[in-house]
């Protein structure tokens, strides 16, 4: 497959487009590949859009960010490092970028009044959704053992605190100490990258 700026792209042959990874595809754009690019639009840029309509409140505007995001994408994709996480994140970063730098660009008239908010999950909500728990799971990572174990007990698996203390067999005491300084130690993890 040969792009228009004439480079060859990377993807192993007899291996659809689809089953490229983001980061895969990233590092292509970053050498050029503009297919590679074109990949990653038709991945996302629906629920970019989404994102930036539900922040901004303007199709005009969230049209902008769109296109500014894959700009910004085509012009940054050299500094993407996949050892440092997975592609769609590093995307969803550079969109909020773009959808920060059209928010602070007010001055210019909305296009029409927004549309009534449906009660329904969209592709924005989606997106965000997905965001959220990828950046939870990351942090959760980072956690002492013995903290992430009592989270990950009473949160996923719906257990009490007693519970929890009954199937480690640790005090109840224990249970609340580490459930709570987990928790913190989450919040200020998730602070963080925020």
Do not use: C
């Not at 990949?39 to 049209?63: F, H, I, K, M, P």
């Not at 602070?104 to 009534?116: L, Q, S």
């Not at 909500?125 to 990572?141: D, F, T």
């Not at 993890?189 to 925020?194: D, K, M, R, S």
């Amino acid at each position: 497959m040969v792009s228009e700026g004439g480079l060859v792209g990377r993807r192993p042959v007899g291996v659809p487009a689809g089953d490229v990874s983001d980061g895969d595809l990233i590092q292509r754009a970053g050498a050029g590949d503009r297919a590679a690019l074109e990949t990653l639009y038709s991945r996302y840029a629906r629920s970019v859009y989404g994102l930036a309509l539900r922040r901004l409140g303007d199709r005009g505007r969230a049209e902008d960010a769109v296109q500014e995001t894959f700009v910004s994408i085509w012009r940054a994709a050299k500094t993407y490092r996949p050892e440092r996480g997975p592609g769609a994140p590093w995307l969803y970063a550079v969109a909020r970028n773009a959808i920060v730098d059209r928010s602070r660009a007010r001055n210019e008239p909305a296009v029409e009044v927004p549309e009534e908010a449906s009660d329904e999950a969209g592709p924005p909500e989606a997106a965000e959704q997905s965001w959220l728990q990828w950046r939870v799971h990351r942090a959760l990572e980072e956690l002492p053992e013995n903290e992430r174990e009592v989270i990950a007990l009473a949160y996923w698996s719906g257990l009490s605190q007693s519970e929890v203390a009954d199937r480690l067999g640790i005090p109840l005491g224990t249970v609340k100490t580490r459930t709570r300084a987990g928790l913190q130690r989450l919040a200020t993890l998730l602070e963080g990258e925020l």
